[in-house]
């Protein structure tokens, strides 16, 4: 037995918004068996723009049975039912939800006949319930109401069975069929053709625009595992509503899909990405001179238009390596910041600064030393490369590390020979760099040296 049904509701998810009308027709796969349909009181307020829809508003409701005075009878037609919908996890995610609210658990099989008519009919130039209704010459006389649209999706189900759709219903009814849990508007051709291999992925709004980006050890099982529940949170909803297509670009390993993840979120900004959105180096290590002079280091908050020397995640970390630079070249504390306040120089009384802060060094002796310092701190950053298995047995990849930042990554011919970083820059593609990523190469690197090569 099929259960055919439309509800109208005060919003667009079933969190925190409530049913106010439901519609469910039991139909045998020949002809309609019988019907139920009853006016809904949500408890809340229905907004204007939905009474504007709808046409029910709140005096139309306020006599009307709440969801648990009907919860039983909704229960009982649709437990032993195939739930039948257009746009099926919408309907499916408030009754489960306000069912689940009054005790009763819905675990129904589920045919979206959005996805069946485009099996059924391709081509349609639109698969909305109004549209693919227009297209296959369906009237709907009580458009948007629960009944008028409930009667729309029986004759458009008696089409697809018309139509040779049996054998269709039968293939997604299998099991627990995945397409029955994917995003209405995405094709489920698209899930099947990604790769299981690792890599970032794409979500593409109706336009193409990027929505979301994700990376994955096993892009096609990440991507599924999107779809895996479908919870009732506004986000979630319009989120699942807004997919209408997946790219993804394949990657040698999952270090490589981390990296490109984060470079990708920087570089298109999607609208439902928002962990690594607010993450960059917070602070800085900088050098300019002042007016008497002498070079000053500073640490500040990242500045887009000036270079730094190093960055840094941590203020502390900043401080401790700019103190560690102070004693070993003798540098000022004042002339570096790192002593505020009109206090004598905490150098000049442990015998490590040289008297610059008093001007009885002069700018050219204590600018060599900070020369010296920052010379220093490059030369100890690192150069390395990481290489890994590629993305088929031809090539390998390659992260390229130079003088402590992330030059670039990219993929090399199977047989080539590293000796130094001019041997390898043609094969990488550039990107820009933070803390976070060098922190994940580093992390790699440390944990599996015998990827690490050292370079001169």
Same mark, same amino acid.
């Given at each position: 037995?099929y259960?055919?049904v439309?509800?109208?509701t005060t919003?667009?998810y079933?969190?925190?918004?409530a049913?106010?009308?439901?519609a469910?027709v039991?139909?045998? =796969? ?5 019907r139920?349909?009853?006016l809904? *009181? !949500? =408890? ?6 939905v009474?504007? %829809? ?9 006599d009307? !049975?709440?969801f648990?005075?009907?919860? !039983?009878?909704?229960?009982e ?5 195939v739930?039948?919908a ?6 499916y995610? /408030?009754?489960?939800?306000q069912?689940?609210e009054?005790?009763?658990h819905l675990d129904?099989r589920?045919l +979206?006949?959005?996805r069946?008519?485009r ?5 349609a130039?639109?698969y909305s ?10 009237s709907i006389?009580?458009?948007?109401r629960a ?6 999706t029986v004759l ?10 049996? $054998? ?5 009814l299998?099991?627990?069929?995945k ?8 094709p ?5 053709? %990604?790769?299981?291999t690792?890599?970032?992925y794409?979500f593409?709004d ?6 979301y980006?994700g990376?994955?050890?096993n892009?096609r099982q990440r991507?599924?595992?999107? /779809? ?5 949170? #506004? ?11 997946i ?5 040698g390993?999952e270090l490589m899909?981390f990296?490109l993840? +984060? ?5 298109l900004?999607?609208? @439902?990405? #928002? ?6 180096p917070?602070?800085g ?6 007016r008497?002079? @002498? ?12 270079q ?6 941590l203020?502390?970390? =900043? ?7 102070i *004693? ?8 570096c910041f790192?002593?505020?306040?009109e206090?004598?120089?905490e =150098?000049?009384?442990?015998g490590?600064?040289r008297?610059? +802060? $008093?001007?009885?060094e002069? !700018?050219?002796? @204590? ?15 690192p ?5 890994d ?5 031809? $090539? ?6 130079e ?10 011919p199977?047989?080539?020979a590293?000796?130094d ?6 094969y990488?593609?550039?990107?820009p $760099?933070?803390?976070?990523m060098?922190?994940?190469?580093y992390?790699h690197?440390?944990?599996?040296p015998v990827k690490?090569?050292?370079?001169p």
């Amino acid at each position: 037995m099929y259960a055919i049904v439309d509800i109208e509701t005060t919003g667009g998810y079933a969190a925190n918004n409530a049913i106010t009308e439901v519609a469910i027709v039991l139909h045998d =796969g020949n002809r309609e068996v019988k019907r139920y349909e009853t006016l809904v *009181r !949500p =408890g809340i307020s229905i907004p204007r723009y939905v009474q504007a %829809l709808t046409g029910i508003n709140d005096e139309m409701v306020a006599d009307a !049975p709440g969801f648990e005075e009907i919860a !039983p009878t909704i229960h009982e037609w649709l437990k032993d039912s195939v739930f039948v919908a257009h746009n099926v996890n919408f309907d499916y995610s /408030f009754l489960h939800s306000q069912l689940k609210e009054c005790g009763f658990h819905l675990d129904s099989r589920k045919l +979206c006949t959005v996805r069946l008519s485009r099996k059924v009919f391709p081509g349609a130039p639109s698969y909305s319930l109004g549209n693919i209704c227009q297209h296959l010459g369906i009237s709907i006389p009580n458009r948007h109401r629960a009944g008028g649209d409930a009667n729309a999706t029986v004759l458009l189900f008696e089409k697809i069975l018309q139509a040779g759709g049996l $054998e269709v219903i039968r293939t997604m009814l299998k099991g627990r069929n995945k397409e029955q849990y994917l995003p209405v508007n995405l094709p489920a051709e698209q899930l099947d053709r %990604l790769p299981q291999t690792p890599g970032v992925y794409y979500f593409h709004d109706q336009k193409g625009k990027v929505i979301y980006v994700g990376k994955a050890n096993n892009i096609r099982q990440r991507v599924s595992s999107h /779809f895996s529940n479908n919870k009732t949170g #506004r986000q979630k909803q319009e989120f699942l509503r807004n997919i209408y297509s997946i790219s993804h670009e394949p990657t040698g390993t999952e270090l490589m899909a981390f990296l490109l993840e +984060c470079v990708e979120i920087k570089r298109l900004w999607p609208v @439902y990405n #928002r962990s690594l959105k607010r993450f960059e180096p917070s602070y800085g290590l900088y050098t300019y001179e002042d007016r008497n002079g @002498y070079s000053r280091l500073i640490l500040e908050k990242r500045k887009k238009q000036l270079q730094p020397v190093y960055t840094f995640s941590l203020l502390l970390e =900043g401080q401790n390596l700019l103190r560690k630079l102070i *004693r070993e070249f003798d540098l000022c504390p004042r002339l570096c910041f790192v002593q505020k306040g009109e206090q004598s120089c905490e =150098g000049l009384h442990e015998g490590y600064c040289r008297g610059a +802060c $008093e001007g009885s060094e002069s !700018p050219k002796s @204590y600018n060599r030393r900070v020369d010296e310092a920052i010379g220093a701190l490059i030369k100890s950053l690192p150069s390395f490369t990481l290489v890994d298995r590629g993305r088929h047995a031809e $090539e390998k990849s390659c992260i390229l590390i130079e003088q402590g930042r992330l030059y670039g990554m990219g993929y090399l011919p199977a047989d080539a020979a590293i000796y130094d970083a001019s041997d390898i820059k043609n094969y990488l593609t550039r990107y820009p $760099e933070n803390d976070y990523m060098r922190g994940l190469i580093y992390a790699h690197a440390e944990r599996w040296p015998v990827k690490r090569k050292d370079l001169p």
